[in-house]
């Protein structure tokens, strides 16, 4: 059993490796998205030192935090697309009956679509996150946090984009709903939970799920919480569990596109 998840594994990472590889045939055009992207996000760090000069804190958070917020969103959104590119646009393989080509294959099926595609422009987002992370919060101890958490917000990002795309088996204009839940949590993770305040807030805790992706491990790595920890790593594996039993719900209900299409 062990060996089996293994070799499931290591095909993902090839995998994964292969459409990188893929990407790099032009190196010019591979490396001008990378660097563009993270000229793009570090635009905003203007931004955030003009308020910080008005003000000594926002929401609760120094410049630092808000840094690390940043970091922590770029980063989690940039592995995710480096992963898991192909589940954000499930819909369109689901509508288009163009799973045929993955049910076919001798590897898990779920896995087999998530890491089918790889977006160049987000290895320059993980890469500035990295980089944020080191310049305004170095820590060793902050470092390996940081890297669980952008691990654990790449799986929420991952695992909700999952679970709306995975309604298309149902619900044939889903695309949208799934479209904006992901922006939404991008967009709200890379402002302080602190100027959130009643429904808004508790929209972005039990809803779009930014307090648990950001939020709560932001606060972690400012004062470590080991009860918090153990919550955030406790919801990543339950939305995750959640959007993998949805996709295989609706994988029964799939319709074949009868697609003269292969995967090598």
């Known amino acids: ?86 589940v954000f646009t499930l819909h369109e393989l689901v509508v288009n009956g163009k799973l045929d080509a993955y049910l076919v294959l001798p590897k898990n099926v779920l896995l087999s679509v998530m890491t089918s595609a790889t977006e160049t422009s987000s290895i320059g987002d993980f890469l500035y996150g990295m980089v944020i992370m080191y310049v305004f919060s170095f820590g060793v101890g902050r470092f390996f946090l940081f890297l669980l958490f952008t691990l654990t917000g790449a799986l929420i990002i991952t695992a909700l984009a999952l679970l709306t795309g995975s309604l298309s088996f149902w619900l044939v204009k889903s695309e949208m709903l799934g479209t904006h839940m992901t922006n939404s949590m991008i967009s709200f993770g890379t402002y302080p ?67 003269m299409e292969s995967r090598i």
């Open 1 to 86: 059993m062990l060996t089996a998840v293994e070799n499931q594994l290591w095909v993902c990472l090839l995998s994964v490796k292969y459409n990188i590889m893929r990407e790099m045939t032009n190196k010019v055009t591979f490396l001008t998205n990378i660097i563009f992207m993270m000229l793009n996000n570090a635009a905003f760090i203007v931004q955030w030192l003009i308020l910080f000069r008005l003000r000594e804190e926002i929401g609760g958070y120094t410049m630092k935090e808000v840094m690390l917020l940043w970091g922590l969103t770029a980063s989690s959104y940039g592995l995710s697309h480096i992963l898991f590119a192909r």
């Open 193 to 259: 939970d602190g100027i959130f305040h009643g429904t808004a807030k508790f929209l972005l805790y039990f809803i779009i799920p930014v307090g648990m992706a950001i939020y709560q491990p932001v606060h972690i790595m400012v004062s470590f919480d080991g009860g918090m920890l153990l919550r955030v790593l406790g919801y990543t594996a339950l939305l995750t569990a959640a959007a993998v039993a949805v996709f295989y719900r609706g994988l029964r209900r799939y319709s074949s596109g009868n697609l």
